[in-house]
């Protein structure tokens, strides 16, 4: 394949023999002619010339939250028996130009390594690839594009915040427990009572002085820990979001996620796209809904109060977060009388001045019936004070009276 010189030697070539046939001078014939020869000669110099090379991609890490580091290195090594020329490694990335790199001439069985750090200012996935080895002659007139890998994906993970993970529900949670990575046992970490002692229990936990205060066998029972529960409901309705706010409300709900997966809770994550990852526990599940927020994108198909019905019907226990930036009175009203199928309902609202402005997007608005619940369900986020910090706020004063919680987004 000719490059823009190769062209441009062509051109310069039939120029020089048109000139010496209009003008009758052997030099322009002399001069075109070499032109043409130099110009077949760098073909005949590719088609000769045989790579034998094995390229190897690698991403560190192939997984990365928003704004951390990630990394390509590249491994060339010459399985040829001859000394390759001067090559020329092109890189697509998503969203870029590309990385193009130089690798020196490599003896037989030589290996030369190259790296380049990737683009992670945004969540999604990232294609990097095909890997091209370009080869062209000496005189950069001709080059010959060969693939040598395929297509790479780094998954940039929305940024999480470090925050406490939501606060344990009270009463009866009929799933608390279930589906956890391990099973508790029969003994506990907090003191509960004493009761007799009955076959099978651990000769560990006999209480010797009350054992001999009661004259009988004595056995410490310890509360058995339960397993937390959390809903978080992702508002990505693009009539209800701008660009900014997306990403801020992805952000929030990654961070949420992340804190219970943490405490080992079982963790559901359910978007008004049609996202249901079910409750479950672990690394894997919570990389599986990180991996999920990564790609999830606003659409117009979807609806709120849909997904709102059917958490009423399905749900009860564990509690509730709900992430928003804006939403109208009555979606509002319809979340909060979940209360009576969830432990605790909680609204995490951004503001318009948290992601720098309104566009017609409605603020949240207590419902009027419920104007005195409303500022305990609702954590609003404005430009006062980060996310985390309104977080904490909130998750803190659970137990205090009655507050109304500002923050400001990142």
């Known amino acids: 394949m000719l490059t823009r010189r190769g062209w441009g030697t062509v051109l310069a070539g039939v120029v020089f023999l048109v000139a010496g046939r209009v003008l009758g001078a052997i030099e322009f014939y002399v001069i075109g002619a070499t032109l043409f020869v130099l110009l077949g000669g760098t073909i005949l110099w590719l ?34 028996r001859r000394r390759t020329p001067v090559l020329n490694l092109r890189d697509a990335v998503e969203g870029t130009r590309g990385a193009n790199l130089l690798v020196a001439p490599l003896a037989p069985e030589g290996v030369d390594r190259a790296a380049y ?14 890997l091209e080895v370009v080869l062209t002659d000496p005189f950069l007139l001709t080059r010959v594009t060969m693939q040598a890998t395929g297509v790479s994906e780094l998954t940039v993970y929305p940024h999480v915040d470090d925050i406490p993970p939501v606060p344990q529900t009270s009463g009866n949670d009929p799933m608390a427990g279930a589906e956890h990575p391990n099973a508790l046992g029969r003994g506990g970490e907090d003191f509960y009572a004493l009761r007799q002692y009955v076959v099978g229990d651990d000769l560990r936990r006999v209480h010797w002085a009350s054992t001999a205060r009661h004259d009988d066998l004595m056995v410490r029972q310890d509360e058995v820990p339960w ?9 990505v309705r693009a009539s209800a979001n701008t660009a900014a706010s997306l990403e801020l409300v992805i952000s929030a709900a990654a961070s949420i996620v992340t804190a219970g997966g943490r405490r080992q809770d079982l963790v559901r994550l359910v978007a008004t796209d049609g996202t249901d990852s079910g ?8 990389e599986a809904i990180l991996e999920r927020l990564a790609s999830i994108e606003a659409t117009n198909d979807s609806a709120l109060r849909r997904v709102v019905d059917r958490l009423a019907r399905s749900t009860s226990g564990g509690a509730l977060v709900v992430v928003v930036a804006s939403i109208e009175p ?23 001045s948290s992601w ?13 019936g419920r104007r005195a619940a409303a500022p305990r369900a609702i954590v609003r986020v404005t430009a006062d004070s980060p996310f985390p910090a309104a977080w904490r706020r909130a998750t803190s004063r659970r137990s205090r009276p009655e507050t109304t919680l500002t923050g400001r987004a990142r």
């Open 279 to 286: 409750f479950a526990a672990g690394h894997a599940h919570i």
């Open 356 to 368: 720098g402005g309104r566009d017609g997007v409605p603020d949240v608005a207590a419902p009027a």
């Open 117 to 130: 750090r990737l683009p992670t200012e945004r969540r999604g996935i990232l294609s990097i690839g095909p």
């Open 227 to 235: 397993q937390g529960r959390a809903t978080v409901l992702t508002d």
């Open 47 to 80: 088609q000769l010339t045989r790579l034998d090379l094995d390229v190897a991609r690698e991403l560190h890490p192939p997984r990365v939250h928003a704004g951390s580091p990630s990394r390509v290195d590249i491994k060339v090594q010459n399985r040829g």
């Open 330 to 352: 009555d979606d509002l009203d319809r979340l909060l009388r979940l209360r009576h199928r969830f432990g605790a309902v909680t609204v995490v609202s951004f503001e318009p």
